[in-house]
Structures are given as structure tokens and as C-alpha cells.
């Protein structure tokens, strides 16, 4: 007798998740970041005394993404102590433009890379090193303490702080990678430890968060083979260095083979708002029925430009936006779109996400509510 079973698979509970979360805490860093004690790096670094105008950061991925994404949603809001630039692209012609950017003569760079030894981040290194004199006075390195990096560091009198071995580069932003060279720009990074921190203990103490990425993660697992995209659509420009931290994030932490040999994964999309809602939006509406949507807005952009009263000749239809906040305008195409999405199509599932301000709480909740988001997924997955 032959028999073929065809059971469909029965995922785990939320409790046998949660366990599994807690389990791996044990030995994956990143969970544990917003606790660390970060008053001996700034004794440090205030020691050293910086005094360059402009901080240049050589690295890439998760070396330079998370940093990019506080800083791009900080830095039009607040007074910033040095501008901050990201050297990435082996690209000759972007390299070249970045530096022309800069005061070479009055920037600190930042070596930042956790293996030591990423092509593109030497090679960049190794021309930047062609051009302008460096050592410890305009120059820092950080990495794993074991690396060949380390080692020409340390050769050279060369300043360095620490990359954790259990910290992927892609959860890497509240280590040393991002919490030195946004210290150094201005930034608040003990706020930023406490908006993660309040998401950490939020979930692990089974309150909100918890309720809420859980029941996120298991939609995604559970329809993952009819809804396989998952589109961010942010609101602002201020989330554009999000997005693309996100996509990282997600993509290389979900795109795996799992114990069965099947692959698995579910792909990332970020878009901005409006701006895409003109070309994507399209797709999303009249598309294929594969997509899952995450809206994210800025409820209080803190700056209150407004639309100029003025009458347009053949445009007087459109004076009703005139004396409107562009802060206002924005969030309305926001809900427009929403309302748009929730009333043509019943078979879009879309969640929101409200940011209440422009500030290193928001955005370090933001993102540290997503590195759980992925961990779970990842173990439904």
C-alpha cells in the first residue's frame, strides 16, 4: 500500500515563537544593544577631541545604512555639531563627486567595516589614503577587535572601537557603527538607545508591541505565498535612508534556505510619498495580488511652511490648498491614499505606522520595532 500525505504545514504558536525569541537573545547581540553602557565610548570620544568640521564615513551595507537613515531623518530638524557624508560606491564617477564634496583638510574619516577586509570599503580607504594624510588626528577605524583592519590599526597608532562578533552588519546601527559617528555629528544617542529600549521591553514584556508583531509576523507567514512583496510606502524624504536600511534588513535576513531545503523569503520594497504614489501606487492598485503594504507618516513635521495665497490664471480651481501647511498637505495624501486603497480593493492587506515627530526616540523605536519584526518572521519562517 502506498500512501501520500499532503498535510498542510501548521505553523508554531505565539508561545513556542516567543520562546524561540528568547532563546535566541541568548547569543544574537542586537537584542541586547539598547541596554549597553555607552558612557565610556563618549568619555572616549569627547578625550580625543575631534575639532573637523565634516565626518566622513567609508563603508557599505550595514556598515553605512542604518547611520544614513537616523542621520538623512534628523539632520533638516536639529542643529547638527559636524555634517556627516558616506564614501560607499566603488562607482568612480559617485566617488569623485562625494569627495568634492568635502574639506579633505577638515574632515575625520571613519573606517567602518565588521569583517575587515570588504573590498569596496579598502578600496576606497586605499585611494582616500593616496590623497590625504591619515592617522590618529582625522582618522578612526571600527571593526571586530580580531581583523586584519584592527591589525593595521593598531600598526599605525590608529584609534578603534569595537564591532560585537555576535552583531550582524545589518542590525549593527545602535553598536558602535552607528552610535560613534552620529555621537561625533550631534545626535542624542541616548534617546535613541531609549526609543529602542521602550520597544524591547514593550515586546519582551508582552505588552503592545508584542500584540501587535506578532500578529504581523503570522500574517506574513501565514499568507506568504499569496502576498510574497511587502511595499514600505513612508511618507516623507525624511524616511528615504529608512527604506533602504529596511530593505536590507529584510531581504538578507529573510532570503534563506531553511532546514527543509526550500527557499525561503519575502521580498522588500520602499517608496516615498507622494512620489510614488504617481507610479507605484498604479501597480498596487490595479496590479497582481501579491503585495502587503506598511504605511508610515510623520504626524508633526515641527516647520510650518505654508502654500502661498496666490491665484494661478486657469488654475483658480486649485486655490483651495492656498494658506495649507505642506505638513498638512502631505499627511492628507497619505490618508487619501489610504482611503483610496482600503475602498476600491478589499483584497490589500495594509497596516499604518504613525511616528509622532521628527526625533531620535521615533526613528530608533522604528527601526529596532522592524529588526524584532524580522527576527520573528524569520522564525515562522
Same mark, same amino acid.
Not at 501565514?222 to 529584510?250: C, H, M, P
Given at each position: 500500500?502506498k500512501t501520500t500525505l499532503n498535510f498542510p *504545514? ?18 544574537? =547581540?542586537?537584542?541586547? %544593544? ?26 557599505? =551595507? ?21 555634517? %556627516?557624508?558616506? +564614501? $560607499?560606491?566603488?562607482? #568612480? ?11 579633505? !583638510? ?9 569583517? =575587515?577586509?570588504?573590498?569596496?570599503t579598502i578600496s576606497i580607504f586605499k585611494y ?10 582625522? %582618522? ?5 577587535? &580580531? ?14 572601537? !569595537? ?17 560613534? #559617528?552620529?555621537?561625533?555629528? @550631534? ?37 506568504? !505565498? ?5 511595499? +514600505?510606502?513612508?511618507?516623507? /524624504?525624511?524616511? $528615504? =535612508? ?21 527557499? *525561503? ?7 516615498? @510619498?507622494?512620489?510614488? /504614489? ?7 492598485? /490595479? @496590479? ?14 515641527? &516647520?510650518?511652511? *505654508? ?10 480651481e486649485l486655490d483651495y490648498i492656498n494658506n495649507?501647511?505642506?505638513?498638512? %498637505? ?52
Amino acid at each position: 500500500m502506498k500512501t501520500t500525505l499532503n498535510f498542510p *504545514q501548521i505553523s508554531r504558536t505565539d508561545a513556542e515563537i516567543f520562546e524561540a525569541i528568547k532563546v535566541e537573545r541568548e547569543t544574537i =547581540g542586537y537584542y541586547n %544593544l539598547p541596554m549597553q553602557d555607552i558612557e565610556p565610548m563618549k568619555k572616549k570620544l569627547d578625550s580625543l577631541n575631534f575639532t573637523q568640521k565634516q565626518v566622513a564615513v567609508i563603508g557599505i =551595507g550595514g556598515s553605512t545604512l542604518g547611520t544614513y537613515a537616523i542621520y538623512n531623518f534628523l539632520k533638516d530638524s536639529k542643529a547638527m555639531s559636524k555634517e %556627516l557624508y558616506f +564614501l $560607499e560606491s566603488t562607482d #568612480p564617477v559617485a566617488l569623485q563627486s562625494s569627495l568634492r564634496k568635502l574639506n579633505i !583638510d577638515d574632515t575625520l574619516f571613519i573606517v567602518i567595516s565588521k569583517s =575587515g577586509s570588504t573590498i569596496e570599503t579598502i578600496s576606497i580607504f586605499k585611494y582616500i589614503l593616496s590623497i590625504k594624510k591619515l592617522d590618529k588626528s582625522n %582618522l578612526l577605524i571600527i571593526t571586530e577587535d &580580531d581583523s586584519k583592519l584592527n591589525n593595521y590599526a593598531k600598526a599605525n597608532d590608529i584609534y578603534t572601537f !569595537d564591532i560585537p562578533k555576535d552583531v550582524g552588519g545589518r542590525f549593527s546601527v545602535l553598536s558602535n557603527v552607528g552610535l560613534v #559617528p552620529l555621537y561625533l555629528c @550631534g545626535v542624542n544617542i541616548d534617546e535613541l538607545l531609549k526609543g529602542a529600549k521602550d520597544k524591547y521591553n514593550s515586546f519582551f514584556n508582552k505588552e503592545e508591541a508584542y500584540d501587535i508583531l506578532m500578529k504581523k509576523a503570522r500574517t506574513y507567514y501565514e499568507y506568504r !505565498d499569496t502576498y510574497n512583496i511587502n511595499a +514600505l510606502f513612508s511618507y516623507s /524624504q525624511l524616511l $528615504e =535612508g529608512f527604506n533602504k536600511w529596511y530593505v536590507q534588513l529584510w531581504g538578507e535576513s529573510l532570503g534563506k534556505i531553511d532546514e527543509n531545503n526550500s527557499n *525561503q523569503g519575502l521580498t522588500p520594497i520602499g517608496l516615498l @510619498g507622494p512620489v510614488d /504614489q504617481h507610479s507605484f501606487l498604479q501597480l498596487i492598485v /490595479q @496590479g497582481k495580488r501579491d503585495k502587503t503594504i506598511t504605511f508610515i507618516k510623520i504626524k508633526d513635521f515641527k &516647520d510650518e511652511i *505654508q502654500i502661498p495665497n496666490i491665484t494661478l490664471e486657469g488654475l483658480e480651481e486649485l486655490d483651495y490648498i492656498n494658506n495649507l501647511n505642506f505638513k498638512h %498637505l502631505i499627511n492628507e495624501q497619505c490618508d487619501a491614499t489610504i482611503e483610496s486603497v482600503k475602498q476600491l480593493k478589499k483584497d490589500i492587506p495594509i497596516d499604518i505606522l504613525v511616528l509622532e515627530e521628527i526625533s531620535e526616540w521615533e526613528i530608533s523605536n522604528l527601526m529596532f520595532n522592524y529588526e524584532l519584526l524580522t527576527s520573528i518572521v524569520g522564525q515562522f519562517l
